[in-house]
Structure formats: structure tokens, C-alpha cells
């Protein structure tokens, strides 16, 4: 089978081209002339050039494609417009090009996002029929995606899966966690929080489910970890599997929230953007992110198969292998 994988030299999209190369797909990689191939290199995949805001360079593309994974978005920007570019007119510029060119492709999977759907309460862990309310300028940007893809629902089989926070070898995201983590220091936010995590393989393998699913077409699903913690359980876990004695940091939330829009405003005067943003500090300060998984289990037959513990063990052995900690 012929497979389109966007977001291929991405964390999580060159996880998923791993896997499918190694279920014998052939896969064929969207990248920008920009695009650094590191992740990508011995692989036996082929390259395909573009960039899914430019709609012209989409259609040989997806053209001839059995799968299309739409993994590539922005999860970092400055304003709504650098993530409506790439995650929003990105996703309706692939999916008009797929309707024009492949209309008969067998699956488009949206990698959407929980942020998307937003957060919980503490009691509730969202579903995917409840209305979505996502807080952030990243989250209305995969919301209004999800709505695209929805525009196209009985042109051709689409399905979207959203994760919670990802973690594993190759990702930027939680990085600075971990390395103030080797450096005996964990930061927290006062107060309990909660959220659902999923280890990037168990992702990959919810993903690929859900893209080969009959029962999948048109629908959307949570894809997430055996169960939620709390950050102080997550940092605790992640400090006995590094065998690391930690310091706790916590620190009040209007700290965090004064953090984000310092660094907001850093980034306007400097034009980079950074990670802890008013943005970020909006989502990391709700309390609860917890998503239900029971629907992606009754039919998709999804079960996370690394718990926390060895999601974790694989994540800091693959940084320490790398020289990142
Ligand atoms: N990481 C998480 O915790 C998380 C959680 C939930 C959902 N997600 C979703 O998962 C997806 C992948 O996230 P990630 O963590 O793997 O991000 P990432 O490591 O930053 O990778 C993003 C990928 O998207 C590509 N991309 C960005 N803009 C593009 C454009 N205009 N045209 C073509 N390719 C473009 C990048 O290509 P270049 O190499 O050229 O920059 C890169 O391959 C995103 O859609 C994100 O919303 C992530």
C-alpha cells in the first residue's frame, strides 16, 4: 500500500513512517526544501516536495496515495494566523487537493489534537461527542481543521484522531521537562493537575488503527495512555526511571501566567516565538486534561501498550543515547 505521510520529518510523523515502513507500506514522505531530514535518514522512503500551505504543490502529492496521514501542523506560533497557515488552510488546501486528485484514496487520517476539543473537568474526561472548546490559538486552529475535514465527510473515507500531550524519543515539546529533570529540578504549577499523556508508539499504533478501520470512516477519536496522572506523578515516575533525587519547584499560577505574557511580548519585539507563551501558560493553567479513550477501544480495538514507566525508560534512555541529557 501506498502511504502519504505530512509532518514526516516531524516527532511524531517520523515515528509513523517508521512503523509503516516497517509493516511494508510504501512510504512517501511530504517534505519542504527547508525541512531538516535527520529523522527520515536510512530509511527506504521517498520524498515528495511541498508544503501544505501552498496549494499548488499538493496534488502529485497525494495522487496514487492508498493513506494519507496528515500529521504536519505548527505547535508553536505567534499568532492565530501562524496556526491557522499551516494547521487550518494547510489541512483544507490537502484536502481539496486529495478531492481533486485522489478522490478515491482509500483513507485521510487528520492527526488532530485533545487541545482541539479542549479541556475537562475533573470528574469528566471529555468524549468525542462533546462540543469542542478549545482555549488556545492552537487549539481553535485544529478545531477549525476538524471542521474541514468534516466539509469532505461522504467525498472520500476521513477519519481524525486526537492525542493528548506526546512524549517520547525525538520530541522538542517536553524536552526542557526532562532536561531540568537530569538536572535535579522539576518545575510544577500549584495546585492538582491532571491529564492524559500517550507514549508516541502508542500513538502511531491508534493512528494506524484508526486509518485502517472500517468502522473509523467519518469518525473522530481519542487516542491517549493507559490513564491520567498528575504532573507530580508523571515528574515523580520520570525521576525514578532516571534514577534522579529532584528538587520540587512549585510555583503559583499567577507566575506562570505573568511568565507567558512576558515571553508573548518578547516574542512580538523579537519575533521568536517561545515556548511558554500567554498561550501555552492559558492551557498549561486548566487543571484538568483528561480524555476518554472508550470509544477508540470498543472499536477500534486500541490499547496503549507502554505504560508510563516504559514509555518513560525508553524516552530518557533515547535522550541520554543522544547526548540531549
Ligand atoms: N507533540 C504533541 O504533544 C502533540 C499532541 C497532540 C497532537 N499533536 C499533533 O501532531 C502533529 C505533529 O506534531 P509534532 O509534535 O510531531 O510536531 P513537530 O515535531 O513540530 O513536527 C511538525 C511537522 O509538520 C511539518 N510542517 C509544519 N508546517 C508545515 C507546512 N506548512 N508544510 C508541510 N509540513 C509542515 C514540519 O516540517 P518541517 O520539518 O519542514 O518543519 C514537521 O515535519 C501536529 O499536527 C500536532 O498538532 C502533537
Known amino acids: 500500500m501506498k502511504a502519504l505521510v505530512t509532518g514526516a520529518t516531524g516527532f511524531v510523523g517520523s515515528h ?11 512510504v512517501h514522505c511530504l517534505v ?9 535518514k536510512g530509511l527506504p522512503v521517498r520524498l515528495v516536495y511541498g508544503d501544505v500551505a501552498s496549494k499548488e504543490s499538493l496534488g502529485a502529492a497525494v495522487a496514487g496515495k492508498d493513506y494519507i496521514y496528515h500529521v504536519a501542523g505548527v505547535i508553536q506560533g505567534k499568532s492565530q494566523w501562524a496556526f491557522d497557515r499551516a494547521n487550518f488552510f494547510g489541512t483544507v488546501n490537502l484536502l481539496r487537493a486529495c478531492w481533486r486528485y485522489n478522490a478515491g484514496v482509500r483513507r485521510f487520517v487528520l492527526v488532530s489534537s485533545l487541545s482541539a476539543g479542549g479541556p475537562s473537568g475533573r470528574r469528566r474526561p471529555v468524549r ?5 472548546r478549545p482555549i488556545s490559538l492552537y487549539g481553535k486552529s485544529k478545531w477549525k481543521a476538524e471542521q474541514a475535514a468534516g466539509e469532505f465527510i461522504g467525498r472520500f473515507p476521513l477519519t481524525i484522531v486526537r492525542p493528548p500531550a506526546i512524549f517520547g524519543p525525538r520530541d522538542r515539546g517536553m524536552y526542557p521537562f526532562f ?5 535535579g529540578i522539576v518545575v510544577r504549577v500549584a495546585g ?15 493512528t494506524i488503527l484508526a486509518g485502517e478501520a472500517e468502522v473509523a470512516i467519518g469518525q473522530t ?3 491517549a495512555g493507559e490513564r491520567a ?3 507530580r506523578e508523571f515528574a515523580q515516575t520520570a525521576a525514578r526511571v532516571a534514577g534522579q533525587a529532584v528538587r520540587e519547584i512549585v510555583v503559583p499560577a499567577r507566575v506562570v501566567r505573568a511568565v507567558g505574557v512576558f515571553n508573548s511580548v518578547a516574542a512580538a519585539l523579537t519575533g521568536k516565538a517561545r515556548m511558554l507563551d500567554w498561550q501555552k501558560s492559558r492551557e498549561i493553567l486548566q487543571p484538568y486534561w483528561l480524555c476518554d479513550t472508550s470509544k477508540a477501544k470498543r472499536e477500534l ?6 505504560s508510563l514507566e516504559q514509555g518513560l525508560t525508553e524516552t530518557i534512555r533515547w535522550y541520554e543515547e543522544e547526548g540531549w541529557l
Open 128 to 132: 468525542e461527542e462533546d462540543p469542542p
Open 179 to 183: 532536561k531540568a529533570l537530569k538536572k
Open 192 to 206: 492538582e493537575r491532571k491529564a492524559n499523556f500517550v507514549y508516541v508508539k502508542d500513538v502511531v499504533a491508534g
Open 221 to 223: 477519536y481519542y487516542i
Open 32 to 40: 519542504r526544501r527547508t525541512s531538516n531530514l535527520q529523522w527520515l
Open 229 to 231: 496522572y498528575t504532573w
Open 16 to 26: 509513523l513512517v517508521e512503523e509503516l515502513v516497517q509493516r511494508g507500506h510504501e
Open 301 to 306: 480495538g486500541y490499547q496503549p501498550t507502554y
